[in-house]
């Protein structure tokens, strides 16, 4: 079922927000009528700021939407349809005339729209569970009441407009009277000065003196007037600007703040709702309906010049003023946020970019003069200085320098965004602050800010604005990146609202951290299977060392985190997590994964045991508790007694599955027969891994007169019973160490040499290359403690090594 099929569905609010989405930039007739190649395009792999690379693609949708249009005007009878086809040819002319020269403004547009309309699909869709309605979405109730009050600012603004008006037209009334006034006592001063025997003043004098009071009256009566309307303006624009105070802060303190935590959570793989084209709406009437209220407030000014009248009463309009002018304020500098944060990992000489918007910049008409935004990078320090407003030390002192840190903000008119993309801005050097206690560099956190000014109404009031980024911890070399990482993983999950820069709990329930440990595997390997409650037992065993349920309160400190390492080993909880999610999430193994091949979170005890109830040559993949990023095959076998024994192959790492993949491996391997996966099934291995296998190598030779060698691992264990797993186990011969080989062998004999096979160890190596001697059974294998091993036998390497073949 298309999108636009499930829009035509929707009711009430939603419907009408659709009905206001669209317009003469992008008609709601082309969206209806051409839905299906609308929603054919790749629009999540185009981004409209990056002109040099999606730029033609855009030109080629154009194109594309232009040639459907004609398509279908050509395919319209000049009856009926005449109508329809001269619409489709002025929807047509506007395309090439709009988005011609700006391809990629029609990109952006329709990305727009369709995320809107995504987001209220999924808002009705999360209303009702098998077809009855089970509850109201709080968001989009939360939605209507702020349309509502929207509304109803808007009313009460018109309102205040037309008593403006009425107090512009008594007023005026009241100045015609006030000027009949002075002529006629104009015209008295006159006639007294005659002689009192005078017939024109025996006859004017008593008129003129009659008219001149009854005006005075009149005057008087209305200056009352006039002073009850000042007033009850007063009290009505005293009303608005209350409901405008509280409607702006839940816009701003409440949706626009949980927009930027949401965008926090989004780096450790929460669902963002991108519903920032909606606040932008709200943000634009909002200003619209401040700005008529200043204007309103200015006019009721430059009325009390035109005509002073004495107020014995508190003058509300001062406070007025300064009560809408603020309100303007908070909500511009408020507005001016990021919207595409720069890198939180943040490596030097790299370079790296970033979005900038300002929310109420094409309803402010701050385009026409467009402002140039600035970045620099500062300290946790400097930024806490800043917040208290003492910016006098701390923006001109900067932490690092930053290669193009300027440039001028653009408004697209089709989607009234005003913003400047970052594209090219590179840190060249970084001013670190002195090590506190036990902190590394990888802790060490700065922030990007970015500043800018520019003026409104005018020149009327210019606006000094600035806004912060993310936490950023810089790195000066790969191996920093993993470190670095858990520093962003912990501040952004656990980081409050209004804190000073950059304080965070040193210690969180492990419900939480869990929690946000399964957001970012599900988010790291674009996987909808998160960790088991398996997996997390798992984790919170190597943690604690005890089972700890997922949903305890039990505290887990920052330095069990990534301080300190865990027992027995040189690495950390979370870099051991951070290696086997890496690890997971290549192309290597991410399918399998998703595939439930890979149980991973298992431990050997564990596994051992899962396997002694399973029939010989089953195995199971997990991941190595020795190595970071390292992924162990274990299977159970019958020895030359019949016993069942557990064997667990060398961790391979990344290194080795870009020599051959994991599934080649197993399918080398005849010891290994059938998988035990993450349900706790058993498979036989072809039926899982058989997709991924590499076809084999034509054992003919090449055009240049080679046959190709083909790379084979093997695992070398003395054991008689293993023939009967495959016709190809290796030979029951003694040696030091039982570990994975990859032989390399021509796919068919080739003359004299067919016999000979070239052994070669594995080349695959753990990211620390450590390899603790409790879990290595002889060489490079992990093998369970608990079993027998076979005698180990002394070989005498430079002898071997000076052998002649």
Same mark, same amino acid.
């Given at each position: 079922?298309?999108?636009?099929?499930?829009?035509?569905?929707?009711?009430?609010?939603?419907?009408?927000?659709?009905?206001?989405?669209?317009?003469?930039?992008?008609?709601?007739?082309?969206?209806?009528?051409?839905?299906?190649?609308?929603?054919?395009?790749?629009?999540?792999?185009?981004?409209?700021?990056?002109?040099?690379?999606?730029?033609?693609?855009?030109?080629?949708?154009?194109?594309?939407?232009?040639?459907?249009?004609?398509?279908?005007?050509?395919?319209?009878?000049?009856?009926?349809?005449?109508?329809?086809?001269?619409?489709?040819?002025?929807?047509?002319?506007?395309?090439?005339?709009?988005?011609?020269?700006?391809?990629?403004?029609?990109?952006?547009?329709?990305?727009?729209?369709?995320?809107?309309?995504?987001?209220?699909?999924?808002?009705?869709?999360?209303?009702?569970?098998?077809?009855?309605?089970?509850?109201?979405?709080?968001?989009?109730?939360?939605?209507?009441?702020?349309?509502?009050?929207?509304?109803?600012?808007?009313?009460?603004?018109?309102?205040?407009?037309?008593?403006?008006?009425?107090?512009?037209?008594?007023?005026?009334?009241?100045?015609?009277?006030?000027?009949?006034?002075?002529?006629?006592?104009?015209?008295?001063?006159?006639?007294?000065?005659?002689?009192?025997?005078?017939?024109?003043?025996?006859?004017?004098?008593?008129?003129?003196?009659?008219?001149?009071?009854?005006?005075?009256?009149?005057?008087?009566?209305?200056?009352?007037?006039?002073?009850?309307?000042?007033?009850?303006?007063?009290?009505?624009?005293?009303?608005?600007?209350?409901?405008?105070?509280?409607?702006?802060?839940?816009?701003?303190?409440?949706?626009?703040?949980?927009?930027?935590?949401?965008?926090?959570?989004?780096?450790?793989?929460?669902?963002?709702?991108?519903?920032?084209?909606?606040?932008?709406?709200?943000?634009?009437?909002?200003?619209?309906?401040?700005?008529?209220?200043?204007?309103?407030?200015?006019?009721?000014?430059?009325?009390?010049?035109?005509?002073?009248?004495?107020?014995?009463?508190?003058?509300?309009?001062?406070?007025?003023?300064?009560?809408?002018?603020?309100?303007?304020?908070?909500?511009?500098?408020?507005?001016?946020?990021?919207?595409?944060?720069?890198?939180?990992?943040?490596?030097?000489?790299?370079?790296?970019?970033?979005?900038?918007?300002?929310?109420?910049?094409?309803?402010?008409?701050?385009?026409?003069?467009?402002?140039?935004?600035?970045?620099?990078?500062?300290?946790?320090?400097?930024?806490?200085?800043?917040?208290?407003?003492?910016?006098?030390?701390?923006?001109?002192?900067?932490?690092?320098?930053?290669?193009?840190?300027?440039?001028?903000?653009?408004?697209?008119?089709?989607?009234?965004?005003?913003?400047?993309?970052?594209?090219?801005?590179?840190?060249?050097?970084?001013?670190?602050?002195?090590?506190?206690?036990?902190?590394?560099?990888?802790?060490?956190?700065?922030?990007?800010?970015?500043?800018?000014?520019?003026?409104?109404?005018?020149?009327?009031?210019?606006?000094?604005?600035?806004?912060?980024?993310?936490?950023?911890?810089?790195?000066?070399?790969?191996?920093?990146?993993?470190?670095?990482?858990?520093?962003?993983?912990?501040?952004?999950?656990?980081?409050?609202?209004?804190?000073?820069?950059?304080?965070?709990?040193?210690?969180?329930?492990?419900?939480?951290?869990?929690?946000?440990?399964?957001?970012?595997?599900?988010?790291?390997?674009?996987?909808?299977?998160?960790?088991?409650?398996?997996?997390?037992?798992?984790?919170?065993?190597?943690?604690?060392?005890?089972?700890?349920?997922?949903?305890?309160?039990?505290?887990?400190?920052?330095?069990?985190?990534?301080?300190?390492?865990?027992?027995?080993?040189?690495?950390?909880?979370?870099?051991?997590?951070?290696?086997?999610?890496?690890?997971?999430?290549?192309?290597?193994?991410?399918?399998?994964?998703?595939? @439930?091949?890979?149980?991973?979170?298992?431990?050997? =005890?564990? /596994?051992? +045991?899962?396997? !002694? *109830?399973?029939?010989?040559? &089953?195995?199971?993949?997990?991941?190595?508790?020795?190595?970071?990023?390292?992924?162990?095959?274990?299977?159970?076998?019958?020895?030359?007694?019949?016993?069942?024994?557990?064997?667990?192959?060398?961790?391979?790492?990344?290194?080795?599955?870009?020599?051959?993949?994991?599934?080649?491996?197993?399918?080398?391997?005849?010891?290994?027969?059938?998988?035990?996966?993450?349900?706790?099934?058993?498979?036989?291995?072809?039926?899982?891994?058989?997709?991924?296998?590499?076809?084999?190598?034509?054992?003919?030779?090449?055009?240049?007169?080679?046959?190709?060698?083909?790379?084979?691992?093997?695992?070398?264990?003395?054991?008689?019973?293993?023939?009967?797993? @495959?016709?190809?186990?290796?030979?029951?011969?003694? =040696?030091? /160490?039982? +570990?994975?080989? !990859? *032989?390399?062998?021509?796919? &068919?004999?080739?003359?004299?040499?067919?016999?000979?096979?070239?052994?070669?160890?594995?080349?695959?190596?753990?990211?620390?290359?450590?390899?603790?001697?409790?879990?290595?059974?002889?060489?490079?294998?992990?093998?369970?403690?608990?079993?027998?091993?076979?005698?180990?036998?002394?070989?005498?390497?430079?002898?071997?090594?000076?052998?002649?073949?």
């Amino acid at each position: 079922m298309s999108l636009w099929a499930k829009v035509r569905e929707l009711e009430g609010d939603s419907l009408r927000q659709i009905q206001n989405l669209y317009g003469p930039h992008f008609p709601i007739e082309f969206r209806h009528y051409f839905a299906d190649i609308i929603e054919r395009q790749n629009w999540d792999q185009l981004d409209p700021d990056n002109i040099p690379n999606d730029e033609p693609h855009a030109k080629f949708i154009l194109e594309t939407f232009l040639g459907e249009i004609q398509r279908q005007c050509d395919q319209l009878t000049e009856g009926k349809d005449f109508l329809q086809r001269l619409h489709f040819s002025e929807i047509a002319t506007h395309f090439k005339n709009v988005y011609g020269p700006a391809p990629l403004e029609l990109v952006r547009t329709v990305k727009k729209i369709l995320s809107f309309e995504t987001r209220l699909v999924q808002n009705a869709n999360s209303m009702v569970d098998g077809g009855m309605q089970v509850r109201n979405n709080q968001q989009s109730e939360k939605t209507m009441h702020i349309n509502r009050e929207l509304e109803r600012l808007a009313a009460m603004t018109r309102n205040t407009e037309n008593d403006l008006r009425k107090l512009q037209s008594k007023q005026e009334y009241f100045v015609i009277n006030y000027q009949d006034s002075l002529k006629i006592s104009s015209d008295l001063q006159q006639i007294q000065q005659l002689a009192p025997t005078d017939q024109t003043r025996i006859q004017l004098e008593p008129q003129l003196t009659r008219k001149q009071q009854e005006i005075d009256k009149l005057l008087r009566a209305e200056a009352q007037k006039l002073q009850q309307l000042r007033s009850g303006l007063a009290t009505r624009h005293e009303e608005t600007f209350s409901h405008i105070t509280q409607l702006q802060g839940q816009i701003l303190d409440e949706e626009l703040l949980k927009w930027k935590r949401s965008q926090a959570l989004a780096y450790n793989g929460v669902q963002h709702e991108n519903n920032l084209d909606q606040l932008q709406r709200w943000c634009e009437q909002l200003a619209e309906i401040i700005w008529q209220n200043r204007q309103q407030i200015k006019r009721v000014e430059m009325q009390r010049q035109q005509l002073p009248i004495n107020n014995s009463g508190h003058d509300k309009l001062p406070e007025l003023n300064s009560t809408i002018t603020a309100l303007l304020s908070t909500l511009v500098t408020n507005t001016f946020i990021i919207e595409k944060q720069p890198p939180q990992v943040l490596k030097t000489q790299t370079r790296f970019g970033a979005t900038i918007r300002l929310l109420v910049g094409g309803k402010l008409n701050v385009h026409m003069n467009p402002p140039t935004v600035k970045a620099s990078i500062i300290s946790e320090n400097q930024a806490k200085a800043l917040l208290k407003n003492d910016s006098s030390r701390s923006i001109s002192e900067m932490s690092g320098e930053i290669l193009n840190p300027e440039s001028v903000m653009e408004y697209h008119p089709q989607s009234g965004i005003l913003s400047v993309n970052f594209r090219n801005m590179s840190l060249r050097r970084i001013k670190r602050s002195d090590k506190r206690g036990a902190e590394s560099v990888t802790e060490e956190k700065f922030t990007i800010l970015f500043q800018s000014r520019f003026s409104v109404g005018g020149n009327e009031l210019v606006f000094q604005v600035r806004t912060l980024s993310l936490p950023v911890v810089v790195i000066v070399h790969g191996n920093q990146e993993a470190n670095a990482a858990a520093s962003i993983l912990w501040d952004n999950a656990f980081a409050e609202q209004g804190r000073i820069p950059f304080q965070i709990p040193d210690k969180v329930p492990w419900c939480k951290l869990i929690e946000t440990l399964d957001y970012k595997w599900k988010h790291e390997c674009h996987s909808p299977r998160g960790l088991s409650p398996q997996a997390k037992q798992y984790l919170a065993y190597k943690v604690f060392r005890h089972n700890v349920p997922s949903n305890s309160d039990k505290h887990i400190s920052w330095a069990q985190f990534n301080r300190e390492p865990l027992p027995n080993r040189n690495f950390t909880f979370w870099q051991w997590f951070n290696g086997v999610m890496e690890l997971t999430k290549s192309k290597h193994l991410q399918q399998h994964w998703n595939d @439930g091949a890979i149980i991973g979170f298992i431990g050997k =005890a564990e /596994s051992q +045991e899962k396997l !002694l *109830s399973k029939s010989p040559a &089953t195995f199971l993949l997990r991941y190595s508790d020795s190595e970071i990023a390292g992924l162990t095959i274990a299977w159970v076998a019958e020895s030359d007694k019949g016993i069942l024994k557990v064997w667990n192959l060398q961790p391979q790492t990344l290194r080795d599955y870009g020599i051959r993949s994991l599934a080649d491996r197993i399918k080398d391997l005849d010891q290994l027969m059938y998988i035990c996966k993450v349900d706790d099934s058993t498979q036989v291995k072809d039926e899982v891994f058989g997709q991924y296998y590499n076809k084999p190598m034509s054992g003919s030779p090449q055009p240049d007169g080679y046959v190709r060698a083909e790379i084979k691992q093997t695992v070398n264990i003395p054991h008689p019973h293993m023939s009967l797993m @495959g016709e190809h186990s290796a030979p029951g011969t003694p =040696a030091s /160490s039982y +570990e994975s080989q !990859l *032989s390399m062998h021509s796919p &068919t004999p080739v003359g004299h040499h067919a016999g000979l096979q070239y052994d070669m160890p594995d080349m695959g190596s753990s990211v620390n290359n450590y390899h603790p001697p409790q879990d290595v059974a002889g060489g490079g294998m992990e093998y369970d403690e608990s079993l027998d091993c076979f005698a180990p036998c002394n070989i005498d390497v430079n002898e071997l090594l000076s052998r002649q073949l």
